[in-house]
């Protein structure tokens, strides 16, 4: 991995995680078989050193992790634009790694994660959603081999 170019703008590892842990969204960014990038904003849940996210059974992004599996994932925190200074303010994470579909056990903790993480009131009624939606959904996770972040603030 090349090291942030903006060294004065690097933030420690342990920082860059913690935008991983507290940041609502992320985008994923995957590639297909022709080498077209293809970037798609997601829910997830950062756990044990992996990232978690579902999807549908099918689509563009599960062909492309079928044909390479090694993505990137990034995460923005807050952001203040700064007209005055022709800039901006900001936070950010981009993690690498390796997707892989989980099952049984691990899938459906990843599920729970993700309700504690965006719907905390409704744990029980999230619990009967997975099990009314079990079917229709896979998840995922990302093994991170490398994250690296950048703030101005």
Known sequence: MKPVRRK?????????????????????????????????????????????????????KLDNLADNPRVSFCVVGRTKVLPEKFGTEYESAVAFGVASEVFEQERYDALLWLLEKYCPAFLEEGKQYIELKDKATKVFKIEISHVSGKARR
């Open 8 to 60: 004065d703008r690097e933030v420690s590892h342990r920082e860059a995680l913690k935008l991983l842990d507290t940041a609502e969204w992320g985008t994923l960014s995957t590639v297909d078989r022709d080498g077209q990038p293809y970037g798609v904003p997601l829910s997830y849940a950062h756990k044990n050193g992996c990232i978690y996210f579902h999807c549908a059974r099918d689509g563009r």
